[in-house]
């Protein structure tokens, strides 16, 4: 057969028993390495690499066939490959920038150090390498290799694309297995990091400081979701993961910080899918004497500044193209549901009316049938709206019974100074004028304390603290969460969130 000939793909409990078989045969070649040799590849410490396969590629493609160069590398990686010729030995090297051919000669390493790289080194093994760069006659960037030291000993199987290595499950579980088949996987990683970098360097440069409140609390605030339970033992207190850190941010504020963000870890106890992880990466900013209009702007740059920092302002998603570089669209929940589905709920009176009409749109389903027109209103937006709204659009002037940390619009006090941000039919951010009366506070922590008695889990907790906190005296402040996860995926045209987050949430096999 050819080796060009197509491979059966296996399941992955084949996959398994065939891995387990090699890891078998590689346990006993380990022991009699040792026993043999009496060589332990799991001693060594430490390789002074200098080069890595990056710089070697940056320094050296000048070379034309057939030339080599006599500068002395010292770099180190995985062998992704072997292709043993006798005399010869070809083999592909990989580390974290690159990958790169290797060529080991007899009459280059000796007898002795040749047979060993025979007898006992195997693909996915890590090597130290001391060679000089060369170009094949076939034109290859190569290191011909003058010595070399096993410096640990993989005793599992490289992956294989054709068996198994594209089920996103397995990759999913398996991330170091899929780091080291895929590099472009290690690439979106890259990009997610340079991505979180831009965003600090953008608001450290408005002078905001990068702070850290509580992921453990005996109150899950901030948002309207579900929280993850857990338990205290000695303290004796039922306590809970963070849903969102915007509470204690607006603490801060109360006290004086001026300008604060946080980047890190919320857990919301909801489903997962292609948008979902229970456990995901948000950043949350707070600026003192400013509004929910500021806030859209930072957005902008925020977002801009992102795209920046891992290529062009015009990026694609899932074959979706969306220019950055244009100013984002502003328009009201009112107008942007006038738009799609005919209805004025500038004109709907009742709560009663507003649910004949959802009735009417085909959400008699959705119904409990004691929802307000405010509650309507937000339904027909979600249904009808979201997902039409592919290029950057902030949607602004929320229900204030849906927005309970959120300043009311004066001129209409049943609706707020609070904006969404949506790209690709999916919601980015999150931001008000921050609520900081604490009368009207507390009147709308007792409405949601009762939505949560009626049997609304999402319903947001009474916290005390907070407005004790803001009786103390909040500045006027704008504040606003990004979701980065969803981000990122935006920015690196990822499928999905499992895609940019390493270790995604998984249920157990």
């Not at 209103?377 to 229900?399: A, Q, R, S, Y």
């Not at 609070?418 to 931001?431: P, Q, S, T």
């Amino acid at each position: 057969m050819g080796s060009n000939v197509e491979k059966p793909e296996l399941t992955a409990p084949e996959w398994e028993t065939a891995d387990n078989e090699i890891v078998r045969q590689r346990k006993d070649k380990l022991q009699r390495l040792r026993q043999e040799e009496g060589y332990d590849p799991y001693v060594v410490e430490k390789w002074a690499r200098r080069d890595t396969l990056e710089s070697v590629k940056e320094r050296f493609d000048r070379l034309q066939p057939d030339e080599t160069d006599d500068t002395i590398l010292v770099t180190a990686g995985r062998l992704m490959t072997i292709r043993r010729q006798g005399k010869s030995t070809f083999a592909d090297l990989a580390d974290e920038t690159e990958r790169m051919q290797l060529y080991f000669q007899i009459n280059e390493l000796g007898e002795s150090s040749y047979d060993f790289l025979k007898k006992w080194v195997d693909t996915g093994d890590w090597i130290g390498i001391v060679g000089q760069p060369c170009r094949t006659r076939r034109g290859e960037l190569t290191i011909l290799v003058k010595e070399y030291k096993l410096l640990s000993k993989a005793l599992r199987p490289l992956p294989e694309k054709w068996h198994g290595l594209t089920d996103t499950e397995i990759r999913y579980r398996r991330r170091y297995t899929d780091l080291i088949a895929n590099p472009e996987v290690r690439d979106v990683f890259r990009k997610r990091a340079r991505i979180l970098s831009s965003i600090r360097k953008t608001l450290e440069d408005h002078g905001t400081l990068e702070v850290e409140t509580p992921t453990l609390s005996v109150l899950a605030g901030g948002a309207n979701a579900r929280p993850f339970k857990t338990f205290h033992n000695s303290l004796g207190l039922e306590m809970y993961l963070r849903i969102a850190p915007e509470l204690y941010l607006k603490r801060l504020i109360v006290g004086m910080m001026g300008r604060v963000y946080e980047i890190g870890k919320s857990f919301r106890n909801e489903g997962i899918s292609t948008m979902h992880n229970p456990e995901f990466t948000m950043m949350e900013v707070y600026w003192a004497y400013a509004d929910y209009e500021v806030m859209m702007d930072l957005a902008e740059e925020l977002i801009r500044n992102a795209a920046l920092a891992i290529g062009p302002l015009r990026i694609e998603w899932q074959g979706s193209s969306v220019d950055l570089s244009l100013p984002f669209r502003r328009v009201t929940m009112l107008d942007i549901v006038q738009e799609c589905t005919g209805v004025d709920f500038r004109a709907v009176t009742s709560d009663e009316e507003a649910r004949a009409i959802a009735v009417e749109k085909g959400l008699g389903g959705e119904l409990k049938g004691s929802e307000s027109r405010f509650a309507v209103l937000n339904l027909m937006f979600e249904t009808f709206c979201e997902e039409t709204l592919t290029n950057p659009t902030f949607v602004m002037g929320h229900p204030t019974e849906i927005s309970p940390l959120s300043k009311r619009d004066p001129a209409n006090p049943d609706y707020t100074h609070r904006f969404e941000l949506f790209m690709y039919g999916k919601e980015l951010a999150n931001a008000f004028s921050e609520l900081n009366d604490p009368l009207d506070q507390r009147a709308r922590f007792e409405d949601q304390l009762r939505k949560k008695e009626a049997g609304d889990d999402e319903a947001h907790v009474f916290d005390e603290d907070f407005i004790n906190a803001i009786e103390s005296g909040l500045p006027p402040t704008g504040g606003m969460g990004v979701g980065l996860d969803r981000l990122v995926m935006f920015l690196t045209d990822s499928r999905s969130i499992r895609d940019v987050i390493l270790f995604p949430t998984m249920r157990p096999r």
